[in-house]
């Protein structure tokens, strides 16, 4: 089990920058996958960006370009950087973790962190 916390949420102008952090602890040599979702009020969770233990990066098409997503493995953090902000990037921010107990993965998930997007 990994424990995840998140920060840097907040409230911020179309068109701003804010940046996430996501701290994971416990098992944290189990790690595979590290990444961000959201999720809006009435809508599904869905991905926004991952990176793999070897750095590989995966975007949703509507932030890339806008979002950097990176990771430190001696930290165990995660950072998701959001540049060009829209007010559709509103919601909760969820960090999360795919673990391995050597015969299954595990998502984890952090208590979410909430980014505003005024017009």
């Known amino acids: 089990q990994v424990q995840l916390v998140e920060s840097g949420g907040g409230l911020v102008q179309a068109g701003g920058s804010l940046g996430l952090s996501c701290a994971a602890s416990g098992s944290t040599v189990s790690i595979k996958t590290m990444g961000w979702y959201r999720q809006a009020p009435g809508k599904q969770r869905e991905l926004v960006a991952t990176v793999s233990s070897e750095g590989s990066t995966n975007y949703a098409d509507s932030v890339k370009g806008r979002f950097t997503i990176s990771r430190d493995n001696a930290k165990n953090t995660v950072h998701l950087q959001m540049n060009s902000l829209k007010p559709e990037d509103t919601a909760v921010y969820y960090c999360?973790?795919?673990?391995?107990?050597?015969?299954?993965?595990?998502?984890?998930w952090g208590q979410g962190t909430q980014v505003t997007v005024s017009s």
């Open positions: 999360q973790a795919v673990t391995s107990n050597g015969i299954y993965l595990v998502n984890n």
